[in-house]
């Protein structure tokens, strides 16, 4: 009997056999629901790909990966072993996925720390999680040591009290950069007047008149957005502002240059620079 279809009969599953029907390549969905399948009831995406599903940042390119209680897992997919409560698991259209706050919590077992921090400034600017939620699952898995569990907590920490989310994976790379070096933490999203006029800078240190610019060149596109950051930069510059331009070769071929020339630039100042408040 057949008890399952999917993607326009691409595949089915037979008693405890699953057979994909020939001439029709699987999609990763599809890969992933054969791999659930095979693992059984009380399995989910998770980890690598749980992020995939949730489109965290980075994470777009990963391989088919499950949670489940028992399973062991085969050589064509990535199983691990662990318990999943109810309120860990959700469902994206027919996929049983972990919940955005289990996939921050598994992520963090998996990748490197700055992955962690971009899945979860996403996750927070899309209202998929709160600050206080992640932390409560954090400490409620925590009891059964699992790996990640610092990681999370320390971006959570870093970002929680925060007065803007930051708002592009560029911008978490380099806010986990300043605080990873033990810079003063700036204010995200510093609005700045300017006689009549407003600007914001990404990063900003006000005592000091210093600012950091994430520059992702997908994160400003057009050419009116172009003209109009232009004309922002120069007012800031006129106005007595010194500004950092950093992108995302900097941040990731050349940290140490980064994180010299934002501590020479506050270090140019007499009045020591303590960063945000919060």
Partial sequence: MIQRRCDAGRWLRVGHGIYAIAGHPLSWNSEMFMALLSAGAGSAASHRAAARLWRFPDC????????????????????????????????????????PARTLIDLAAVVPDATVGAALDDALRR????????????????????????????AAADRDGLPALLQSPLESAVYDLIVTSGLPRPIPQCEIL?????????????????????????????????????????ALTSAGWRILHVTDEDVKRRRDGVVDAIRSGLAAYRTPVTGSSI
């Fill in 60 to 99: 777009s390119d990963a391989a088919v990966e499950i949670t489940h209680p028992t399973y062991r897992g085969r050589r064509d997919f990535i199983a691990h072993r662990s318990a999943l409560h109810r309120r860990d698991v959700t469902h994206i259209g027919e996929i049983p996925v972990t919940s």
């Fill in 127 to 154: 209202r998929l999680i709160t600050i206080p939620r992640l932390m409560r699952r954090a400490d409620a898995l925590a009891q059964r040591g699992r790996r990640g569990i610092e990681v999370v907590r320390a």
């Fill in 194 to 234: 300017l006689g009549a006029r407003r600007a914001f800078i990404d990063f900003a240190y006000p005592d000091a008149m210093f600012g950091i610019e994430a520059d992702g060149y997908r994160w400003h596109a057009g050419r009116d957005v172009w003209q109009s950051d232009l004309a922002r930069r120069n």
